[in-house]
Structures are given as structure tokens and as C-alpha cells.
């Protein structure tokens, strides 16, 4: 496969540059010049790490490592700018694979008004991407880092959790699709997440006071909240809503279906302090953005740590899960 | 290897965050506030393809990976600002061989100002880095691409080419080492590239007109600010300096060593186009930020494509090389 072939084939299909990105693909580096504050992150997945080839398209594959590189924009409420994007090509994908595979990313570059503005090609022996998102905002303080919350705060979610979950156990345990007719959306959150962007914008206007976007699953990331902002989360296990099916999935495989959905991770959904004064606000904001629900689980007290009541009256107290590099 | 545990020595390890960099590592994304243009690029490299594991230390692959990422903001004429960096670490790698990897990456952070703002953890099969750095400018307009060489402007070369490639040979060879007392300074030209981001500030501001920076070798990168420009790019092979002892360990390997010397890649020196006024301006400027020289080695006309006149009298038109994913 010839790199300059392909990276041209690749430029043909990028839309056109908008003006704030004046230097695009093809230089040595990219030039932009937006006022005010940007958010950077960066994000890698790897093959039989992160995703299995065998249980996703090219084109999911290549949507999902993009839609969770925006997923932490949305989670400071920033409004997505460009995305740089390295791609990692073992000698078994051929040219039109990688075309599959970057359509499934530009889908989602039309959809969030994101700009794909440069990246790198090589070799290996694994499928990897590395993606590098930038977003803005007005100012540094528009955004929402993990260490606001206060004690006060309500604690709210964007849409359901458990569902990415569920949808991984049916991809690994096809027979589990008899216990459920939610299988193909529930399989859907685990391969096509959305990235909560206007959620996390609008809970930014509504002044949230700390937010993150549930990548480890609801225990773990409310962990880093607290953590990081020094406060104890109380939250109640019975009002976090739970994606249709979800727990029946899960519980079909052994363990609690309804811990295994707080504990599941990869929903990309949003988890937010906020002032309870805003909630109100805040609702009408994300169900306008979204057309989803944002749901009350719980509250910001002062001490330190994560509390979640069950509905059978027992007490889960998260750590941070088990240490382990992935 | 617990991720958590190797994040935090990895932020131990971090100087402090500047001013301008309000929310470094540890968030859902880095937070910067810097005014004017920014020039973004990414790089990466993958064990087996640039670098391989036994030829060279973890600091000199933390080291080089940075450095070669950093050599394109030089290229752009831009004063480096932020890099994030995405590991992938094989199960041979243990705790202490990610911290040497980041130490040869920290020495670099440090002489050239770059703030190390963020970055991910991976497994993999496969050592791999990806690593995006951002550079600033006052406006857009002060940054050099390659598109701007016009007839009648000056092609000039910062340092020596041949040494990269005369270093990768002696590590592939060692008897070679034999050939030439230079053989140390060779190899760590290959093994430890600077990224000349003093000269690129000076060039650009002596108003060159096109810029790149040697990771393809002279030939291929003339070849893409011909094309990018629409010019063609006159060498005199005379004139290009040689890294001491570059062309007798090329010769060695059986080729012409000046052609291999044109060539070979990865010396990482900045090619740039200038108006004839602004050479003096320009040479002063360069040896003032980097002790090194600034040679005249041919000179833009109008037409297409590159001609490099050789010693003995015959014209090599290079292409730009095989198209091969690397």
C-alpha cells in the first residue's frame, strides 16, 4: 500500500476546511487561530485491547475511537473543534479498509461539526488509533473539570447506563439475545456510542460545577469526581436509569445485573455536579440539545469517597476498580 | 502494571505547569489559553518500523519520538508550546522502562520549553508512541508552510545531511565503524535528532518564503515543497554539507555515498526557501540560536520539480521516492 496514495484518496474525502482552520492536512503541521480557550485531549484503542475485529465493522471501529475522544470534550462542555488522527495499519487491511474505516469516522465529523485537520499513517503489526481532540470555549473558566463539585450539588446523569455493558456480553455470548428484545440497541451503545456534546454544553451554561463522562462505568468515574474534588457522592441506586434489558443481559451472565450496570463501563455518558437551583434549567437544556433525559442519582455531601444505596437496602462502596493498565 | 500507579509517578515527574497551560494531566482534557494562531501536527512511531528496541535506549526512543514530532513545529517557524503523548506498551515493558521512555522525553521537554499536557496509556503488542505537539505564533501569517518558495528566492539548508542515515548504517553494520573516527557523532544523529526550533524561529522570521524539515531525506522533502509551491528547486550537489565522515560509511555499504547522503533521511535539518535580501539577516540568526550554519545550496526557478546538479556533472531528478506505508 502506498502512503502518499492513500493520504491522497483520504484528503479527496475530507469536506472543506471552514476558516478558522487555515492550514489543513498535507503541511507539515495544521494552523488554526480560534479565540478564547481550547480543551485537548488524546485517546488511543488497540485491537483485541480496546475492540476485536471479529465483533465490529471498520467503519464502527473507526466511529467509536473518534466518538470516545469527543465523549471528554463533551465531558468539559466544550464545543468540538478539530480532531488529529493516527492510524496504526497491520498488513492485513488494504487500502479500501482504511477508507472504511475513516468513513465511519467523517460520518461522525459531519454530525458533531468537528473538522478532521491532519494525522499520520504507519505501519503495525496491530490495528491502533491515536486520536487527539481539541475543543473551545469562550474563556478557560466555560469549562467543567472533575474538581469543582461541592457539597450541595445534585448529582446528575445524561440518558441510561448499562447499556455498552449488555451490548458487550451479547457480542461475546450471541445465545444471550433470547433473554432480551432490546439486543441490537443494546449491542449498538457497546459499538456506536454518541458523544454527549450538546448535553455537555448545555450542562456547562447551567453552570455545572464538575463533570465527567462515564468511560470506566458510574462507580469508577464518580470515584474520580469525588476525588478529585474532595467531596463524598451519595448515590441512589434505584434512581439510576438503566438501559432497556440492560440488567437482564448482565445478571443472564452470572453476577448482579444491576451492579455489573452501575459498575459497567463505556455508555459515554455524562455525570455532573450541579447547583440544584439549575437543575430545572438544566433538563430542559439537555433534553433540547439531546432529546434525553437528565436524571437526579444522588447528592454532593462533604467528606470523601462513593456511597450508593441498593434497592435492597445494602451499601456499595466503590474503589477506583481494579488497577490495571489497558 | 497498574495504570493509576504508573500515572501518578508519571506526573511526579512533570515540572510545573506554566501559566498558560491552566489544567494539565489528570482531567477529561488539558485546558490552554494562548492568543494567536496555533500549528498542531502528530507523529508517530512504532517499534520494528522507525525504531528498533535493540539499537537504542528507552531514553533515546522517548527522546527521538518527541524530537521528530517537535522538528515539524520547527519547520512551521513556530515556538513550541504543548506536546501529549499516547504510549503503547508491550508486556515486556515494566513500570520502571515507561519511566526511562519518559525521561528521555523530559530532558527535551526541558531545553526546548515544550509542556508535556497530557497523554494516554495503551497495551499493545507493539512499543508504540504517537505524539501531537502544538506550536504558537503572534498571527497565522507567521507560520511558513511549504507552499510559498517563489522563483528567484534562495534554498537554504541548516547544518549537515548523510549523518542519520551513515549512523542508521553503522548500527546495522558495526564493522563499518572501522571506516570512520566519527562513527560516534554519526550514530547520534540517528539515535538523538534536535529539532532545530531556534533556527525555524529565525528563519521565519527572515521571512522565508517555504520551509520543511528533513525526516524523508533532502531529495524526497525538495520534492514536496516543489510540488506544494508549483516551482522547481535547483541543487548544486557541491555545495550540500556532508556530516564528517557521512559519505565513506555510505560508500561502504556499496552505493554511491553523496546520492545516499542526498537522500538518506531523518537528520531532521530544516530546507527552506528565502528572498536573496534576507540571507544575511537569516545565516546571522541561526548561528545566533543554534551555533550551527546556514549554507546556500541552490536556488527556486520557475518550471517543476527537483534537479540536483552532482560534482561530476550529471543530474539527478529525484521523485519523491517510493510510495511505501512506513
Redesign the interface.
Known sequence: ??????LARIRERLPATPAHV??GS????????T????????????D???FHRSQATLAQIGHKALATALS??A??G?APG?A???L??PSDLDEDDCIDLLDGMLALVETTGTVL??????????L?L?I?V??HAA??DA?V???GARPGDALVLTGEVGGAAAGLALLEDPLLERQVPSAASLKARQLEPHPRLGAGRALALAQASA???LSDGLTGDAAHIAE?SGVNLRIEGNAVPIATGADTVLAATGEDGLEQALGGGEDYELLAAIPPARLDQARRAVRDAEGIALTTIGEVVAGEGVEIRLPGGGLLKPT?GF????
Chains 1, 2 share one sequence.
Open positions: 500500500m502506498g502512503e502518499f496514495e492513500l487555515l492550514l498535507g503541511d507539515d503541521a495544521a494552523v488554526t487561530s479565540p478564547g480557550a481550547t480543551a485537548t485531549s488524546v485517546d488511543a484503542v488497540v483485541g485491547v480496546h471528554d470534550l465531558a468539559m466544550a478539530e488529529y488522527v493516527v496504526g495499519v485537520a491532519g494525522g499520520d499513517l504507519t505501519r503495525a503489526t496491530q491502533f491515536a487527539t481539541v475543543g474563556s478557560p469549562f473539570s472533575r474538581a463533570m465527567i463522562d478529585q477506583r488497577d490495571q493498565l489497558t
